[in-house]
């Protein structure tokens, strides 16, 4: 009999119960302004091949850079743990250390210490400290208000049509080859669109778990039902890249994950001073859906009942 | 052409040199009272087989704990990253749990949130904030002054001597063994001792590197040279384990690493009312050896130069 294996959903909910920790995954309020997030990107499973190795570094920042810019935070200060294979070469780590140099300068983050260890992987946790604006009370996941509206910093789809032409030799020309491996390479968190909208937000996430995972996860804590509006999510040129390789543009927009656009719901009133707080900012503001009525965490596209599944290690 | 392989020291100077920190290993400072560590377990380089789930899960917070203390820090959160090899069984995610359970009420510190993933190796990696005493400045590893005494919480040796029985299948009986055997799999950090007499250190280290390249690190970072009593740094019983055994006791008491004792130096005139203050907590407080001049970084024991070699990785 094959034993079933865990699933990560699984063991966060085990972690969570033993530790009292709602929300295990989310950045975590540790004083009035203070927060604290950790992630860690292992090599065998988070990176294409084609990344360079101070990108590869780089992308590790970028998970709790872009957490953090979801909750309106700003960084503070860094740590870097590293388990490096035995076989490193000194190059490989001069250019880690580029890597990270170039995502301290970016993302405006001191990278303050760290650890160092030898391991089978190729292993980088992060952990960040940040700071929200003195009047801001964190958003959550769970605050989204019937009512409400769904804002995102960007379209969805070029991470996963990205990752298809690294990983699966998809084709794609000119800019939207170009964006879509770029985003997938080098993702860019959204935190100029936190850091000043942020105070608008009855709930917010990233979406590095997908569109469809991360609008679910705001819908179950929140417990309201959203509707997102398939076309006004999509990223330009995904329907035809989908199409001109036999894949299908809705799991690339919905189920792609590796995307780190900051997706929020706000108060309808509040939307014309956030917009005009976007454009000062210089950042997009899209809408792409509305919360519709306390429910049962339900996520609808059309008439189409989307899936809570994204991106998931162990699965 | 053989490549000579990067030992653990060069990696943390390319790092330390591109992100223009001085001391990576260290506790950093990030606001007022604020500190902030991160460490990583992996567990085929940093497990014994005997160790349990839960003890392994335990360890994995002991070093932040340790390093805090030493810098006469309390914790105030933590996160957890965890990388899970695929074949993790529901019984171990569990046992992990109870570790950290343990290990949040031992140690006084909240765990606040954390990531999992799929990996290779298992690997925990510990991220902590903490916080000083409002009129202290954290003592740093370099600041020791000729004349200065050498102070430690405990005495070395049992660690090294309990994973020479666990690994090596060395003999040892009785309360001995249980003490050896005990500091290797549940290392205590020393956080009574740390807290309450950081205000008189004037520099501080754990001994997790082994206390002869503790003491390498305090000398060399404060430009002096250091004596050490090796009779009054043994713990009781090692030198009869290490003669019964075939082993030399001197590389078990000042080479051995995994050793959570914090190590410090103090000026004299402040002894007696850290004496008291010990006490009082209900500390040990150890005299080891002294400062002697400015000097280059030299550390002694009787007519012997101790070298500065300790647990180091990729070696």
Redesign the interface.
């Known amino acids: 009999m094959k034993?079933k294996?865990?699933d990560?959903k699984?063991?966060?909910r085990?972690?969570s119960?033993?530790?009292g920790?709602a929300?295990?995954?989310?950045?975590?309020k540790?004083?009035r302004n203070?927060v604290?997030?950790?992630?860690?990107?292992?090599a065998?499973?988070?990176v294409p091949p084609q990344m360079s190795p101070w990108q590869v570094a780089r992308k590790s920042i970028v998970a709790c850079a872009s957490d953090l810019a979801a909750k309106g935070a700003r960084p503070?200060?860094a740590?870097?743990?590293?388990?490096?294979p035995?076989?490193?070469?000194?190059t490989y780590?001069?250019e880690?250390?580029?890597g990270?140099?170039i995502a301290?300068r970016e993302f405006g983050v001191k990278?303050?210490?760290?650890?160092?260890?030898?391991?089978?992987?190729l292993?980088i946790?992060c952990?960040m400290?940040g700071m929200t604006a003195a009047d801001n009370r964190m958003p959550k996941r769970g605050g989204a208000k019937p009512g409400d509206v769904v804002v995102a910093s960007g379209k969805f789809g070029y991470p996963a049509s990205g990752l298809a032409v690294l990983l699966k030799g998809a084709r794609a020309q000119g800019a939207f080859r170009a964006a879509a491996v770029d985003s997938a390479l080098e993702p860019k968190p959204r935190q100029a669109f936190g850091i000043t909208l942020a105070r608008y937000f009855s709930s917010s996430i990233d979406s590095s778990d997908g569109l469809a995972a991360s609008l679910h996860e705001i819908a179950v804590q929140s417990n309201v039902d959203i509707k997102v509006d398939y076309d006004a999510a999509r990223a330009d040129g995904v329907q035809e890249f989908a199409r001109a390789n036999g894949l299908d543009a809705h799991e690339l927009v919905f189920h792609g994950g590796e995307e780190y656009e900051i997706v929020a719901t706000m108060p309808k009133s509040l939307l014309p001073r956030a917009r005009a707080t976007a454009k000062k900012a210089g950042c997009d503001l899209h809408i792409i859906g509305s919360v519709k009525k306390k429910g049962t965490g339900r996520v609808t596209s059309g008439r189409r009942l989307l899936e809570n599944r994204g991106y998931l290690?162990?699965s």
Request: charged residues 25%; aromatic residues 6%.
């Open positions: 034993k294996r865990l990560e699984e063991i966060i085990i972690f119960q033993a530790l920790i929300d295990l995954d989310d950045v975590a540790v004083g203070l604290f997030k950790a992630d860690m990107l292992v065998s499973t988070d503070v200060a740590m870097i743990s590293l388990g490096l035995e076989e490193i070469t000194r780590v001069e880690l250390a580029r990270f140099q301290s990278i303050v210490g760290g650890d160092t260890n030898a391991a089978r992987d292993v946790d952990s400290i290690h162990f």
